[in-house]
């Protein structure tokens, strides 16, 4: 029999490497309620609904996927879970719900040193060339770090983020999703894609080598917002439910909709097509879901 030093060593060494995903944020990059909107989605702004993000975190550090404008609140939430102000961004893409919340960083508010920002070419060159964000790359509030399409980083502490190019309104970066790899388990986020039939990979074959898959549901279907929806394009939940009915149970269960815009119905969990789809296996992301990896 192990000495009993050795067993709690080997005890405790795991509980302060032990992993949790969290569901930081499940709006689209307006929030809600939304500016201008005087329907009922934004009449009664719910409590605990932030701008779409998810983070893994221990006992060391708090990796975080995306800048979102509710930055600060959803950091807060996770220094208090966890104990540090340890931060590691990764970024998908330059649109405002997605990296706004690095202004937080800068010298007229926590004045941070080095954070690591993680993110793809065109994503790095948009803030080396664009004020204010240079100007945290000058200070060293932030330490801007290149990832490309495929290739895995392991961070520090173990967790695996690998990004993944998706085809969405690239007008100022490249887009990409990650598959974030822990201890055991794997997940899947997408928050922003156009369509899925416009992508070169299967989200039909993916699913089923995934535990957690966090997926665009910015719409429930067409005609939510006063604009042609051509100019927003993303899967209407609606669609991805006829894509990915073929999908055993099980790996329905793994599906968790993400990204929701102020006028999508299924942020309501009376509504009738909500419960339909949650009956039929799949799920919604809700404001401080644990998931471990």
Known sequence: MKPLFILLTVFFNHAAIAQELIVLGTLQDG?????????????HPKENEFVASLAVADSSLSIIIDATPDFVIQTNYLRKQFGHNNLAI???????????????????????????VYAMRRMINFLLNNGPWNQLIELDNIEPRSIQESLPITLGNGVIMEPILVPHRDEYSETVGYYIKGQSKTALYIPDIDKWSAWDQNILSIIPTVDYAFIDGTFYEG??????????????????IQLLQHLTIEDRNKVYFIHLNHSNPTRNKTFEGRKSIEASGFRFAEFGQRFTL
Request: proline letters at 10%.
């Open 31 to 43: 929030g809600s309620p939304h500016m201008n909107c005087e329907r009922t989605c934004c009449a």
């Open 90 to 116: 990764f970024l998908t893409h330059a649109h405002v719900g997605h990296y706004s919340g690095l202004i937080h960083l800068g010298r007229e508010a926590a004045n941070t040193q080095k954070v690591p």
């Open 223 to 240: 005609g939510e917002v006063p604009r042609p929806m051509s100019e927003v394009p993303h899967p209407f939940i609606s669609e991805s």
